[in-house]
């Protein structure tokens, strides 16, 4: 008996550990496979495009296939579920690209593999900032928003939602000093709009949150919170 009572206290104090792992793993915007495959574009873009070697730029032929293909099976964390569209539009260019690099790779086409060899760099890039968003303030932002918007609000779960209004209200303050990248620098002014009109919205939320809980109201501030974010990753891009 004694026995079974600690396999039982051992499982129910695991339960919030494992939830945590899980959340962790949803909120985390990254897809493993597209990280991996930086190791053979490195080698392309440093390596074998720079000194224009032919021979070895096409001896990556393999693994740039193999890479794509792991790309193209991986499963996308819960939080990039907005972007799955613009993902899968993305894997359907980067096979493009692939093939291209695959076919004059075999052809020796010393012209036609260095412009396969730039699109493919390219499309990488671009797919890293599908999955990696320009500011980082922002990201963190967005972790805590995705649970709230697609958990604890359809849910009913006032205590979490109350708890992740504040944490949303304290991290309005390190976007609005964060750092812009050189492409979107001249936009400033509107990245300020942007983010005073989610302050707003997040306010508006903790104000609904202080009196008992109305589900309509909180409904609302939390889809007004959302469609305010949406708007500065719109920017973003």
Not at 27 to 38: C, D, M
Not at 141 to 146: E, K, R
Not at 177 to 186: C, Q, W
Not at 192 to 213: G, I, Q, W
């Amino acid at each position: 008996m004694k026995k079974i009572l600690t396999t039982v206290l051992m499982f129910l104090f695991t339960i919030p550990f494992f939830a945590q792992v899980n959340n962790d793993h949803e909120i985390v915007s990254e897809v493993k496979e597209l990280t991996q495959f930086h190791k053979v574009i490195y080698k392309i873009w440093h390596k074998g495009w720079p000194e224009k070697d032919i021979n070895l730029l096409a001896s990556f032929s393999q693994e740039v296939d193999s890479g794509f293909i792991k790309i193209k099976n991986a499963t996308l964390p819960g939080i990039m579920r907005d972007k799955k569209a613009k993902w899968e539009e993305g894997v359907n260019e980067l096979g493009n690209c692939v093939e291209m690099y695959k076919e004059f790779s075999i052809k020796r086409d010393s012209v036609s593999l260095l412009n396969a060899a730039e699109k493919l760099h390219s499309q990488f890039e671009s797919m890293v900032r599908i999955v990696r968003p320009p500011v980082k303030e922002v990201e963190e932002f967005h972790q805590v928003l995705y649970m709230l918007f697609h958990h604890y609000n359809p849910d009913g779960n006032f205590e979490k939602i109350k708890q992740s209004a504040v944490e949303l209200k304290a991290k309005i303050d390190p976007i609005k000093k964060a750092e812009l990248s050189k492409r979107l620098k001249s936009k400033t002014e509107k990245f300020n709009k942007l983010v005073n009109e989610l302050a707003l919205a997040v306010d508006k939320l903790n104000d609904s949150v202080k009196s008992d809980y109305d589900k309509k109201a909180v409904g609302s501030a939390v889809e007004k919170v959302h469609s305010k974010y949406v708007e500065i990753e719109k920017f973003l891009e």
